[in-house]
């Protein structure tokens, strides 16, 4: 059984920053952000599997930086130049399998989830 649990989010100004926290109880293999704003779908932000390959949504893409550290089981998602478009509801979510680097921003191939932690980005 995975569990995952998120901390980090908050209301910042356009332009700034956070670091969201996901810590990880388990084995997994890739691991990702979502994002999900109110009327809308849930998108692929960013997802990494085993600290080597990674993806990014063309939309955070050199803005925000996803990394693992193993040894504290805690998945990270550093979010820099936030826009109001940003604001959304951040999921942690995880796969126990080999999912390929093209299904790693799909939500529907990830089997466990945390909460959420809220992200408001202010102009």
């Known amino acids: 059984q995975v569990q995952l649990v998120e901390s980090g989010g908050g209301s910042v100004q356009a332009g700034g920053s956070l670091r969201l926290s996901c810590a990880v109880s388990?084995?997994?293999?890739?691991m990702g952000w979502f994002r999900q704003a109110p009327g809308k779908e849930r998108e692929g932000v960013a997802a990494?599997?085993?600290?080597?390959?990674?993806r990014y949504a063309d939309s955070v893409r050199g803005r925000f930086a996803i990394s693992q550290d193993s040894a504290k089981k805690t998945l990270y998602l550093q979010m820099n130049s936030l826009q109001p478009e940003d604001t959304a509801m951040y999921y942690c979510?995880?796969?126990?399998?080999?999912?390929?680097?093209?299904?790693?921003?799909?939500?529907?191939?990830?089997?466990?989830w945390g909460q959420g932690t809220q992200v408001t980005v202010s102009s």
């Open positions: 388990g084995d997994t293999y890739w």
């Open positions: 990494i599997a085993r600290t080597t390959t990674i």
């Open positions: 979510a995880a796969a126990r399998s080999n999912l390929g680097s093209p299904w790693s921003l799909s939500a529907n191939m990830y089997n466990y």
